[in-house]
C-alpha cells in the first residue's frame, strides 16, 4: 500500500508542475535514454524521467526535486560484486568505501521469472536505496523473493542527494 500511496502522489505532483518544468523534465528524460510507455517521447518520457529519480528520491526521505538532476551521470561507487545471502537478501561490496557524505546507493530489481526474456533498463523497481555514505558490504532487502532456478536481473547504482545518479551496472544473478 506504501509503493501505490507513493506512485499516486508522485503522479499528482508531476501533473502539477508548470509546463516549462514538463519540458525541462522531457529534456532530461531524452538526455538519458528514458522513453515513456512504447517509446513515447514529450511529456509521458518526462513522466517517466520524473519517477525514475523522484520514487529514488522519495524512498529515501528526500523532498521532490523540481529541476531535473544534471544530465551528465555522476561517477558514483565501483560495484565489485552482487551476491546473494538467502531469498530475500542481496550483498553489494562496492569501492570507495563509505560511498561519499551525499551519496547513497541502490538496488533495482526486476520480476523474477523461470523463462528467458529480454531485459529492458526500465524494468528494474527499486528493492531498496541506502541511508547516505554507506559502507561496503551493504545488505540490501529485495521487493520480489528470488526461488530457486527462476533468472532475475538486478542493477545498482549510487544517487547524490541533488537526485543525479551514475550509470547503472546490470547483474544476472
Request: glycine letters at 10%.
Given at each position: 500500500?506504501?509503493?501505490?500511496?507513493?506512485?499516486?502522489?508522485?503522479?499528482?505532483?508531476?501533473?502539477?508542475?508548470?509546463h516549462?518544468?514538463?519540458?525541462?523534465?522531457?529534456?532530461?528524460?531524452?538526455?538519458?535514454?528514458?522513453?515513456g510507455?512504447?517509446?513515447?517521447?514529450?511529456?509521458?518520457?518526462?513522466?517517466?524521467?520524473?519517477?525514475?529519480?523522484?520514487?529514488?528520491?522519495?524512498?529515501?526521505?528526500?523532498?521532490?526535486?523540481?529541476?531535473?538532476?544534471?544530465?551528465?551521470?555522476?561517477p558514483?561507487?565501483?560495484?565489485?560484486?552482487?551476491?546473494?545471502?538467502?531469498?530475500?537478501?542481496?550483498?553489494?561490496?562496492?569501492?570507495?568505501?563509505?560511498?561519499?557524505?551525499?551519496?547513497?546507493?541502490?538496488?533495482?530489481?526486476?520480476?523474477?521469472?523461470?523463462?528467458?526474456?529480454?531485459w529492458?533498463?526500465?524494468?528494474?523497481?527499486?528493492?531498496?536505496?541506502?541511508?547516505?555514505?554507506?559502507?561496503?558490504?551493504?545488505?540490501?532487502?529485495?521487493?520480489?523473493?528470488?526461488?530457486?532456478?527462476?533468472?532475475?536481473?538486478?542493477?545498482?547504482?549510487?544517487?547524490?542527494?541533488?537526485?543525479?545518479?551514475?550509470?547503472?551496472?546490470?547483474?544476472?544473478?
Amino acid at each position: 500500500m506504501k509503493v501505490r500511496s507513493l506512485l499516486k502522489h508522485t503522479n499528482k505532483y508531476f501533473w502539477a508542475l508548470n509546463h516549462a518544468q514538463r519540458v525541462a523534465w522531457a529534456g532530461w528524460a531524452a538526455a538519458n535514454g528514458i522513453t515513456g510507455p512504447y517509446f513515447a517521447d514529450g511529456f509521458q518520457a518526462a513522466c517517466a524521467g520524473f519517477f525514475a529519480v523522484q520514487l529514488n528520491a522519495r524512498i529515501a526521505g528526500d523532498p521532490y526535486y523540481i529541476p531535473p538532476p544534471g544530465n551528465i551521470p555522476m561517477p558514483g561507487v565501483t560495484f565489485t560484486n552482487l551476491t546473494r545471502i538467502d531469498k530475500d537478501t542481496i550483498r553489494a561490496t562496492f569501492n570507495p568505501t563509505p560511498a561519499g557524505v551525499n551519496n547513497r546507493i541502490y538496488l533495482r530489481q526486476s520480476l523474477p521469472g523461470p523463462g528467458v526474456r529480454r531485459w529492458k533498463r526500465i524494468d528494474g523497481y527499486i528493492a531498496e536505496i541506502s541511508a547516505k555514505n554507506p559502507t561496503s558490504p551493504h545488505d540490501f532487502t529485495t521487493h520480489f523473493q528470488h526461488l530457486a532456478g527462476w533468472n532475475g536481473r538486478y542493477w545498482t547504482g549510487t544517487q547524490e542527494d541533488t537526485g543525479r545518479r551514475s550509470t547503472e551496472d546490470l547483474w544476472k544473478l
